[in-house]
Each structure stands twice: as C-alpha cells, then as structure tokens.
C-alpha cells in the first residue's frame, strides 16, 4: 500500500503526504513485530483512518485545476493515479488491521479468563476434596 504512497508523491504531492505515510507505515511494522501488543495495532489502525482523512485533504488542496505542462503531465497522470489507488486500498487495509485488532484482543482476554478459569477450577477441587474427607471423617487441615 504504501508503494503506491510512494509513488503517489512523486510528482505533485508535498512531503507531508509521504511523511504521513512513511510514518504509518512504520507503526504498521512495530505492530507486526510486537505480537503481543495490542496498542501498537490500535495505533496502526488510528494512523490508517487519519491518513485517509489527510490524503483527501491533500487531494483536494493541491490537485492542479489548470493541466501541467506537457513535459510533466505523465508522470503526473501516473503519480495521480497511484495516489488515488492508494486511497481507495485503505479501508480494505484498514479492515484487514482491524480484524488483526480484534484476534490479539480476543486471544489476551481469553488467556486472562483462562487463570481466572483455572484458579476458580482448583478452589472448587480442593472443597470438594475437603468434603470428601469430612464425609469419611478425616481432618481436611492439611489443604
């Protein structure tokens, strides 16, 4: 996605666009090197929805209304168009990130409601062992 993002400011876009991009894209990295980390996905799928925002907003700022010269108007044809792309692949992206979002919340909350399964598992395990032994009358003070 951000080939096209690269490829989209080349010829007509500031650098702000590529900055924005770039910096998403790096997040987008530490959320695919931390497995673990919830945030970092959260904060790649935030940095995707603002950067949709601000590439329309660049679009429609510096989109020229008067035709660039005829030495420059491929490369603008083809920069214009790769920007565009690039626009309209973000929310399938942003869809994919999501989904990412919610495996890693899902797969937290059920390890944290697993120890809570299990400690709950071994109070009822040692009272029923304690009934048990009281049932044939033997001391349950050990457990």
């Not at 497995?35 to 959260?42: G, K």
């Not at 601000?54 to 429609?60: A, E, K, N, P, V």
């Not at 790769?82 to 059920?110: D, H, T, W």
């Amino acid at each position: 996605n951000d080939l096209f993002s690269a490829l989209g400011s080349m010829a007509w876009l500031p650098e702000s666009f590529a900055w924005g991009n770039f910096g998403v894209l790096a997040v987008g990295v530490w959320a695919i090197a931390q497995r673990d980390s919830i945030d970092a996905v959260l904060m790649f799928l935030m940095g995707m929805v603002v950067t949709i925002l601000t590439d329309i907003i660049h679009f429609g700022i510096y989109y020229p209304v008067n035709e660039f010269a005829e030495r420059g108007r491929d490369a603008f044809r083809f920069s214009a168009g790769m920007a565009i792309l690039n626009l309209l692949l973000k929310p399938a992206s942003c869809f994919f990130v999501y989904q990412m979002y919610r495996e890693r919340g899902v797969n937290s909350k059920i390890k944290s409601s697993l120890k809570q399964t299990r400690s709950q598992y071994r109070k009822v395990k040692i009272g029923l062992m304690c009934i048990l032994l009281e049932y044939y009358q033997l001391n349950c003070s050990f457990i």
